[in-house]
């Protein structure tokens, strides 16, 4: 192809034309109507285009710098092979709502999602529990680029990712068997993490600091050569703590190559990254002891591959994580009776393929599924045979001297699943199967279906089923302390789910409403009686969760106003057993508003405001052995900005209004946290400019 390009126009000369999958035409997946063409390129077809034939300037006099209008000739190129979520996604976090965002972090900002419930102990990307539609932290499946690195022995660590705040491109939320295609089944929902990726040279950079001694600092770039994409991203975040022993300090590091040659070879996409946390504790795991602390490291790295053949193609995706963890019940001095601290690492190597084709009943997909999971750890698992016989003090514990794993457990599970679906100009169906296989639980099978009907150019219903299920975590199984004993006998929780919801998108307005229920048994659930203290890990319950959602945005393209949204989640928690007092199963938000508003103040000059009424359901133990039950709150978040293509400066205080509240029980949450910063990006020359 050749193109040449004059102040006022663009013009594109093709050689020659064919059908392979990845010709212009071809790939663009629409028809394409050509409705005028430089009439040199047209000689051929004088018999045909009457208006030539009778036209008095066919003569190759006049014709080179001439043009007339032809007959419509349509060109229609073969339908793309696409590897999809068997329902739609439910939510998604654009890029533009990212960068506008009042917070600095990764947890903050999923508050900030329709149906989301982020659980925080420690500020600014500490830790957090994350849950949706009323489920719990273990329910819950994180994402990164399509890859489950989801943590195998607590909830709490599954979003120990090494990303930096202004490396995410987007994130999704995937419901259910919505997720199979990327290599999970997650019982409540999964989210899925998607990193900035460019086809051109750029770097960034961006330091803040604010309150309690709080700073950052990212930095990060691209580099093209050709066919290869290099990316290297570091970041650095710490602060001494708004209260006592709230101090943390986290580093972030990832480098990422790619090969781009889908003609050839595919699409290749290496990813390895490192973080380290080392955070004061306060309270989080027992309200006896404030002099908590914690300390984690992880390191991960991904593999994947896509090429597409005419009407197949094909995805496939080799990960590997790995967790340490090492939790002090007493940060500085200890008592006598003090053990020492529990130490913990844990190994995840999987292995993901799919094969999609595409042929005139639908689309087909197949796909495979292998997970290995292991942990070592003084305190989750069975004890080492060589510990057992004394022929050993155990596995050496990395980083720290004179510690010892003594106990290990690890699981392998299997999984396929076939799915297909069938679309027509108004209709969209899903439906597929999945069995999951495990030495320890056996084989289960698993199934869900989905319909989409277009009933307007701008609406559409949709539908789903689905049953889902979820192994226990090594802490479900193993953990014991004073106030937790584990359960090695648990079974796989189960559940079954369903909802139906509108979507209407026209210009500006996008809105969506819907209700969802979810029956959930043998649920796995920490309970005690009323007269006990110690907590156990059971089977249980049977939970009942009903509830609706409406999500309303206004995008218009208009001065000084760039977004308006709206959300509001109402859920509904009920249990069979009211013997039993549940720690985490009927603790959830039973309703939950937000509103956000982005706009301009003068030109580059704008304001983002985001306003979360939270009102959960459940309760606490408090400082004083009463039963509590949690109180409604306001959150206020404000980002003021001057911004444009390549700078911003900004500042901003998250809660704004210094509201007092709880997330968990006895652990108090920070107040009012302002920061300023800067950022700066290199890269493709822009210009700043109001943007409406």
Known sequence: MQHKTTRNQFNACFRRWTRRSYAIFNSLHLQVKIGVLALSCSLVCLKTQPVLAQSKIASSDTIENTTIELSP????????????????????????????????????????VSGVDVRTRGGENVQADLSLRGGTFDQTQVLLNGVNFSDPQTGHFSLNLPINFSDIERIEVLQGSGAWTMGSAPFTAAINIITRKSDQNEAYLKASGGMYGYYQVEAGGQLRLKKWIIGAHFGRTASDGYTNNTDFGIYNAKVNLSLIDPLHVGIFDFTAGFQSKD????????????????????????????????????????????????????????????????????????????????WIGGTTVVGVNIRYEHLFSNNLGDTMSDVLNHSSLGKPVPFYKGYYYTKEADRTHFSGFLQHTWESPKWKV???????????????????????????????????????????????????????????????EQAISAE?????????????????????????????????????????????????????????????????????????????????????ATDYLRNAFIFSLDHAIYKSLGASW?????????????????????????????????SCPRFEIYVMASNLFNSKYFDLGNIPQAGIWAKAGASVRFGPQARCKPKN
């Open 73 to 112: 000739v349509e060109i229609v190129g073969q339908k793309a092979v696409p590897i999809q979520a068997l329902i739609p996604i439910l939510a998604i976090i654009e890029k533009q709502d990212i960068e506008r965002a009042g917070v600095q972090n990764l947890e903050d900002l999923l508050k900030y």
């Open 279 to 358: 955070y004061g504790a306060n309270s989080f795991y027992s309200v006896k002891y404030k002099e908590q602390h914690e300390n984690t490291k992880v390191f991960l790295a991904s593999l994947q591959y896509k090429k597409q053949w005419d009407a197949f193609r094909v995805e496939a995706k080799v990960y590997f994580r790995q967790n340490y963890d090492r939790f002090d019940l007493f940060r500085h001095e200890s008592p006598s009776w003090y053990s020492g601290p529990n130490m913990h690492r844990n190994d995840v190597a999987g292995l993901d393929a799919q094969l999609a084709y595409a």
């Open 430 to 492: 899903s439906f597929g199967a999945l069995v999951d296989g495990n030495k320890d639980y056996g084989a289960h099978a698993f199934g869900g279906l989905s319909a989409l009907w277009r009933y307007s150019p701008h609406g559409r219903m949709e539908a789903f089923v689905n049953h889902a299920y979820r192994l226990p975590t090594f802490t479900d199984l193993y953990y014991k302390s004073i106030t937790q004993i584990g359960n090695p006998n648990l079974k796989p």
């Open 500 to 584: 139906i919801s509108t979507v209407y998108e026209n210009g500006p307005w996008q809105g969506r409403a819907g209700v969802f229920y979810r029956y959930g048994f043998e649920i796995i659930d920490w309970v005690r009686l009323a007269e006990e203290e110690v907590w156990f890990s059971r089977n249980l319950t049977k939970l009942q969760t009903v509830g609706a959602e409406v999500n309303l945005y206004y995008r218009p393209n208009i001065p000084y106003l760039h977004r308006v949204g709206f959300h509001y989640t109402y859920t509904h928690v009920s249990k069979n057993e009211s013997k039993y007092i549940s720690l985490y």
């Open 610 to 642: 985001e306003l979360c009424v939270n009102d959960r359901a459940g309760t606490y133990v408090n400082t004083q052995g009463k039963e509590t039950s949690y109180k409604p709150y306001v959150l206020c978040n404000l980002k003021l900005y001057w």
